[in-house]
């Protein structure tokens, strides 16, 4: 039994930097004091003193605001963090290695008496808020982001986020640690977008280059010197660009790199064009596809042969934004 305890309080110091001595872990963390309430409470349910039981856990939850059902199975090195909302039904299934952040619910989704309750795999994080339902299982090594209510299987080392939640990525490589970034997790439907845009760009270009080769119509009426098609240049091969520049959309905020003002200034020089943007963020997930996106938009100008798009260290202003849209 103090094995155990031990290991408890050492899962504690792996698992959250704020711990800082074994006395405030031992008192002042009611993730821990949950933990050991409950194996009391989960021993007295298994030898048939039901009430017993579900008195102790009643009594745990008044005193830590964690609810944890007695007839719950939990592994070891199991770790709440915070811990205040924390639901476990009763047939739910935690394996080893679990680490577990505020507000999370195991729920059922049947009044049938049987196994209606999550199964959790090994080295399982599940973030603040996320809400797994009904008798699915997380693989080992998965991830679930914040606020997702995850309502399917979820393979091994799969990561999920979202509502319903979705698969956003694989596994990352770096063995079994449990380590989930709150502010770093991958977007499912923001790459879908990107993914449809980026063609839609493909398909726009492939139609441009129809048009280019289709035979041009123009009236007889029409003076000589208006049939011949010249390249613009200077500030009229700025509009020309900055124009097309507004068919790039940012997939996170839907509206163009232009009005958006992410583009800060374009150089012309002769077929060669340097244009200078910045992000909304300086860890724009869609860093890559936006450069890619500008390049080939702004390429497509006539006359324009090499583009060079340069991501400027500044920062964005939202408000600014809001303001000029505002006027």
């Given amino acids: 039994m103090f094995e155990r305890i031990k290991e408890d309080i050492h899962t504690v110091f792996a698992k959250d930097p704020a711990a800082k001595t074994v006395w405030e872990v031992i008192f002042c963390y009611p993730g821990l004091h949950a933990l050991w309430l409950h194996r009391i409470a989960h021993f007295l349910w298994q030898h048939q003193l039901l009430f017993l039981g579900r008195l102790l856990s009643h009594i745990n939850r008044l005193l830590t605001g964690i609810e944890i059902h007695p007839g719950a199975k939990i592994g070891r090195r199991f770790f709440i963090d915070h811990g205040m909302g924390v639901v476990i039904g009763e047939t739910a299934e935690i394996g080893?290695?679990?680490?577990?952040?505020?507000?999370?619910?195991?729920?059922g989704t049947t009044l049938e008496k049987k196994k209606r309750h999550p199964t959790i795999?090994?080295?399982v994080v599940i973030g603040t808020g996320a809400t797994v339902l009904g008798p699915i299982t997380v693989g080992d090594g998965a991830k679930i982001g914040?606020?997702?209510?995850?309502?399917?299987?979820?393979?091994?080392?799969a990561t999920v986020v979202g509502v319903p939640a979705r698969i956003a990525g694989p596994k990352e490589p770096g063995g079994p640690e449990t380590n989930l970034e709150h502010g770093r997790l991958p977007d499912p439907v923001l790459k879908a977008i990107s993914e449809v845009l980026d063609r839609q760009s493909k398909l726009e270009e492939k139609v441009r280059g129809l048009e280019a080769v289709l035979p041009r119509v123009v009236p007889l009426t029409l003076p000589t010197e208006a049939r011949i098609v010249s390249l613009t240049?200077?500030?009229?091969?700025?509009?020309?660009?900055?124009?097309?520049?507004?068919?790039?959309?940012?997939?996170?905020?839907?509206?163009?790199?232009?009005?958006?003002?992410?583009?800060?200034?374009?150089?012309?020089?002769?077929?060669?064009?340097?244009?200078?943007m910045v992000?909304?963020?300086?860890?724009?997930?869609?860093?890559?596809?936006?450069?890619?996106?500008?390049r080939r938009k702004a390429k497509s100008v006539d006359g324009i042969e090499n583009v060079?798009?340069?991501?400027?260290?500044?920062?964005?202003?939202?408000?600014?934004?809001?303001?000029?849209?505002?006027?």
């Fill in 96 to 107: 080893d290695d679990v680490l577990m952040y505020a507000g999370v619910v195991l729920g």
């Fill in 279 to 294: 992000l909304t963020t300086p860890a724009c997930p869609l860093v890559g596809y936006l450069v890619e996106q500008v």
């Fill in 308 to 327: 060079e798009v340069t991501i400027l260290d500044e920062p964005w202003s939202w408000e600014r934004f809001a303001n000029r849209a505002s006027k």
């Fill in 146 to 157: 914040g606020g997702s209510v995850v309502v399917k299987p979820v393979p091994l080392g």
């Fill in 233 to 276: 240049r200077g500030g009229e091969m700025e509009t020309q660009i900055r124009d097309a520049l507004k068919e790039v959309l940012d997939p996170e905020v839907g509206i163009n790199v232009v009005d958006l003002g992410l583009i800060k200034e374009i150089v012309v020089n002769g077929g060669a064009v340097e244009v200078q």
């Fill in 121 to 123: 795999g090994n080295n």
